[in-house]
Structures are given as structure tokens and as C-alpha cells.
């Protein structure tokens, strides 16, 4: 005949290694919840995950790095005739166009204290 004061032993082990499975399961897949989102879909329009971001943001700071400096192609002209072929040859074009601006307003200012 068995022993029942084992037997309910056995059974409570069971039971709590039982509940620490389930609990580990449960804090399984919560961390992989973690790494998802359903609002972003990956290129086979599956749920995005942690590395699908990754690999976004890094595409998307590779087109940024692209617009920011030269990239090779033929560049466009701007009204002044110059030749702009990324955003840093942009904004070096506004720098002298402002440059010129404060030139001609020197000249005015000039002009007017020697009337």
C-alpha cells in the first residue's frame, strides 16, 4: 500500500513545479510579445519583429546619409546657376545666397551714411 504522506508530497511537487513552468512559459512569451509589434509588418507582411526595425532604421539612416552628402549623381542647378547634388550642397548654396543678402545690406547701409 502506498504511502500518502509521500503521495501528497509527490503531488505538491508536481503541482509547483507544475505552476513554475506555466509561469515560465507565460514570462516566455511575454518577452516575445516585447519584441513584436502588429502595427509594423515585415516584407513577407508578417508581424514585425525587433530585428525587422532594425533592419528599417538602418535602410532608412543609409537614405538619410545619402540626401545629406554627394552621392555620384548628376547634380541639379539651382537660380543662381549653381550646381546642387545633396542636401549639404543645398544648404551651403542658402549659406551664400544669405551671405550675398547681408553684402548688399552692408552696401545700403553704406550708401546711406554717406548722403
Request: proline share 3%.
Amino acid at each position: 500500500m502506498p504511502n500518502t504522506s509521500n503521495e501528497k508530497r509527490d503531488d505538491a511537487i508536481y503541482a509547483i513545479a507544475s505552476a513554475i513552468e506555466d509561469f515560465g512559459n507565460h514570462i516566455t512569451e511575454a518577452i516575445f510579445r516585447t519584441q513584436e509589434s502588429p502595427n509594423v509588418v515585415d516584407s513577407n507582411f508578417e508581424v514585425a519583429n525587433v530585428v525587422d526595425v532594425i533592419d528599417h532604421l538602418a535602410i532608412n539612416a543609409g537614405q538619410i546619409a545619402h540626401a545629406i552628402k554627394p552621392t555620384g549623381a548628376i547634380p541639379g542647378e539651382d537660380r543662381c546657376g549653381g550646381k546642387v547634388g545633396s542636401l549639404t550642397e543645398s544648404v551651403m548654396g542658402i549659406t551664400s545666397g544669405l551671405v550675398k543678402v547681408a553684402d548688399a545690406i552692408d552696401r545700403l547701409a553704406c550708401a546711406i551714411e554717406d548722403k
